[in-house]
Nanobody, 125 residues
């Protein structure tokens, strides 16, 4: 099992970025997939998740970020995170992940089984 996140970078406040994640090794379609982030000195925190057609967001990104994907594309499960109106407080390493249980995705890292290597997002003011 491998999750490969990409798309991070250095942007200015108000800019947009689109993160992508390719999950391979098995078909993750029945399980929720999501994004977490971790800023220096802080715990890893929930950003967004998708399960079937339902999406879930942390209040801090609601209305600015959009999660999509989770289905199969060329033998991989692809996951995306469109990030608009970025703020300096969005600066963090962003991780894609797959939940270890079926059902409505939770917001704690312990509920997720597989993690990508992370992609750095830096937003300057």
């Amino acid at each position: 099992v491998q999750l490969q996140a990409s798309g991070g970078g250095l942007v200015q406040a108000g800019d947009s970025l689109r993160l992508s994640c390719a999950a391979s090794g098995r078909d993750f379609s029945p399980w929720a997939m999501g994004w977490f982030r971790q800023a220096p000195g802080k715990d890893r925190e929930f950003v967004a998740a998708i399960n079937g057609g339902s999406t879930y967001y942390d209040d801090s990104v609601k209305g600015r970020f959009t999660i999509s994907g989770g289905g199969r594309e060329n033998s991989k499960n692809m996951l995306y995170l469109q990030m608009n109106s970025l703020k300096p407080e969005d600066t963090a390493v962003y991780y894609c992940t797959v939940r270890r249980y079926m059902g409505i995705p939770g917001r704690t890292p312990e509920e997720y089984a597989y993690w990508g290597q992370g992609t750095q997002v830096t937003v300057s003011s």
